[in-house]
DNA sequence: CGTTAATGATACGGGTCCGTAACGATCGGG
DNA sequence: CCCGATCGTTACGGACCCGTATCATTAACG
């Protein structure tokens, strides 16, 4: 069941959604820190920071401040895999579930807001 | 005529263009720029940097560097409005366009791969 | 063991962007 | 004319991010 939108609908819902995020504040996140965000919220667990760099095909240092950055921010933990100790899995919280379900409901409302372009 | 999203498919959207961008290195507009950049190709002419600065809600000097920045890519074009010299109108460039309509493209493509999800 | 491989973090130099404040150029009204 | 208002730009100090190279820690294997 594929998901029909039209070239000019697909601009102006991006167009929206940025404005939107823009005019919030909410712009604090880069493109590639919404990758890897939506990644971890998205895939299924456990998510290591080789296998962050590898899916968004950047290096390992990008994910480390990417996590860093996010951590700040309260979107995502780190914790040591205690079975293999190299290995730092990267773990959900409540508020960066909330920040990605508001992003949801953000792009659903202007989608719905999206006339016949 | 609504566009019906749902929002699990808008996350997936979401991710999947960001992770493009991402990975074809295309990540060099940042959600202001995006936003800049849409407006200027979506809305009607002439764009201000005043005008701009006033529909995103940031300060001028965030329009001027980002214009900057797009004017090194070819993104866009400023002329001076020889009817009021203190204006400055920007311009679409073919190399914008272009852009603009690739990531077109690729939201489309995306939203047609994803199913009932 | 000791050696090799792998993981994530860090150091460094360079670039970009931010917000505030100030600036030069230009217009318009008294 | 001149003075205030408006326009876009620039200066400055600080913050963030990048890519490369390197590091410490841990695991795997002979």
Redesign the interface.
């Known amino acids: 069941?594929?998901?029909?939108?039209?070239?000019?609908?697909?601009?102006?819902?991006?167009?929206q959604v940025?404005?939107d995020?823009?005019?919030d504040g909410e712009?604090d996140?880069?493109?590639?820190q919404?990758?890897i965000l939506?990644?971890i919220?998205?895939e299924l667990p456990p998510h290591t920071v080789r296998g962050l760099a590898a899916?968004?095909?950047?290096t390992k240092p990008v994910i480390t401040r990417a996590l860093d950055s996010m951590g700040k921010l309260g979107l995502v933990t780190r914790r040591r895999d205690e079975t293999d100790r190299r290995n730092v899995v990267i773990q959900r919280t409540v508020a960066g579930a909330l920040a990605?379900?508001r992003?949801?409901?953000r792009?659903?409302e202007r989608?719905?807001?999206?006339?016949?372009g």
């Open positions: 069941m594929p998901l029909e939108i039209r070239p000019s609908q697909a601009l102006r819902l991006w167009r940025h404005l995020l823009v005019r712009s996140l880069s493109a590639r919404t990758a939506l990644t919220y998205l899916q968004l095909g950047v990605v379900e992003l949801a409901d792009v659903v989608a719905r807001e999206i006339g016949a």
